[in-house]
Nanobody, 121 residues
């Protein structure tokens, strides 16, 4: 099927930056959108940023102006550049992709395993 592998998480001080990556692989026919979510301890998972295959982006209000989502179509990879990080950005960040595979007629949502981002001094 489809595998999503995230990388780039870690510990960073407030005001610092990190770049997350999510590489999709498998029987991919078309990727309609790639999305970053995050889940902090004790909180619900929330949408952070979306990038469609047409290039349309959407951001949560809490990260607008600080985070940038981008993609490398040739490598089926999406990135999340996170600048001016705050302690409240601490969470597990998950990659999600809406993918039609070579064996399915309808797209399906796939998830990565998550990568921890901790913002602390």
């Amino acid at each position: 099927q489809v595998q999503l592998v995230e990388s780039g998480g870690g510990l960073v001080q407030p005001g610092g930056s990190l770049r997350l990556s999510c590489a999709a692989s498998g029987s991919i026919f078309n990727i309609y959108a790639m999305v970053w979510y995050r889940q902090a301890p004790g909180k619900q998972r929330e949408l952070v940023a979306t990038l469609t295959n047409s290039g349309t982006t959407n951001y949560a209000i809490s990260v607008k102006g600080r985070f940038t989502i981008s993609k490398d179509d040739a490598n089926n990879t999406v990135y999340l550049q996170m600048n001016s990080l705050k302690p409240e950005d601490t969470a597990v960040y998950y990659c999600n992709a809406i993918v039609r595979t070579t064996t399915q007629l309808t797209p399906y949502a796939y998830w990565g395993q998550g990568t921890q981002v901790t913002v602390s001094s």
